[in-house]
DNA sequence: GTTGTATGAATGAAGG
DNA sequence: CCTTCATTCATACAAC
């Protein structure tokens, strides 16, 4: 067994529960996400008619998440829908005929798109940031008779008025940029790096959500590294 | 250092090897949920009008809270839908503006209530009354209306998405329960730093992000280490 | 706790 | 731009 030590990487309670603890976070959040993306492609599917009944569909309609029953309204994908809000964030405001032709293009590289979906997209997303704008401005707080969770004496259970008590959360910004870009973990540094350092591999648009997600364990995605 | 090694734990290459891997993929994989939790939550996080008093969220969500309430939904208490009835069928359309916030005040003394949820109850109380007026028109007919999607020649027919080669659609099922439940990941702080790299993301990143984690149990996927 | 339904809210599109 | 409407999405609540 001596010899074995010769061969091996240490490290210290501390830092063994500093990666435990990471680890937590990346099981947590990864769950997580798995769930969510169940949830959605769930909910897609089932918009889509599918029956769920055994059909092993080509699980890689994930990242174009979206429904269309072949009614009229236009529904963004997400790819589309991120596109977007980047271009808006960008700042220019009402773009031009030119620029709108442009984004369509681009934009219908991830899903059926129109030009005028594009106009009124921008245009009510324009609305939409002006409203808000407002409303953060003034708490157009009513009332504020609200009774914290506290348990109030004889309060009954069955309350003839659906006057409950809300919490709501605050999420000021509405939105932000969004980065397509997916970091990795340098593979070549130590593990005490863990928490900083990230590399920039690049997009890795081709691992898709499906090819990520489809599996439970995520012991079966460690080949793919 | 000798007696060192008595305190630390020790890992093989191959088991170091094996860690960084699957560091990696939660790192990959919380990349992403983070960036579909932007997405999601940029697509339906709007202007709510719900802003409802008792902001009380306590941002920390101490030890064994969650419950970060997601989504809230105004309930207007009797005596607030009675009065709204009334306002109603007293015939004038479409309140303007200035009504509005004149019903919202006089509402507010009954309860919780916004202008927005006024807005938005005589927009919907409108529909349902054409709607009713409507079905109240043409007994049920049991009609053969049946919205097969034929496919119309016309090109405003949208599709799912032009990556995906063949969907086969029936109809349409419609309503899905769909439950995610929002809690506070409680051990995150000061050591979830994914974001912390990424030069394009807002401010309120993480804020957000940590409402949207929820805390299952890590430990077995913690007994992998 | 599951399922169904009523209805509050979000948002694409149209009209002005 | 602003307002309005149609449609869709999501949630509260009831019935089982």
């Keep these: 067994a001596v010899e074995k030590v010769l061969f091996v ?3 210290t309670d501390e830092q063994m529960e500093i990666l435990r603890s990471q680890i937590a976070v990346y099981a947590t959040i990864s769950e997580q ?6 949830i959605i492609t769930a909910y897609q ?11 092993y569909v080509d699980p890689l309609m994930a990242s174009g998440g979206h429904k269309l029953t072949a009614r009229q309204r236009w529904t963004p994908t997400s790819v589309q829908l991120q596109m977007l809000e980047t271009i808006f964030n960008q700042g220019n405001g009402a773009p031009s005929k030119q620029k709108i032709k442009h984004i369509t293009i681009e934009l219908s590289q991830h899903g059926q798109i129109s030009e005028s979906n594009v106009y009124n997209w921008f245009q009510n997303r324009r609305a939409r940031s002006k409203k808000m704008q407002k409303m953060a401005a003034l708490p157009s707080n009513s009332e504020s008779e609200i009774e914290t ?15 409950v008590p809300v919490t709501i959360r605050s999420d000021p910004i509405y939105n932000m940029q969004i980065s397509a870009e997916v970091h990795l973990l340098d593979q070549t540094q130590g593990i005490y790096q863990l928490n900083g350092s990230s590399k920039s591999c690049g997009s890795l648009d081709q691992m898709s959500y499906a090819n990520v997600l489809s599996t439970p364990r995520l012991d079966h995605l460690m080949d793919k590294f």
């Design 9 to 11: 990487k240490v490290m």
């Design 45 to 55: 599917d089932s918009l889509s008619g599918m029956k769920l009944s055994g059909i």
């Design 33 to 38: 996400l798995i769930e969510m993306h169940k």
């Design 149 to 163: 969770d506290e348990d109030s004496p004889n309060e009954k259970k069955l309350r003839p008025d659906k006057n």
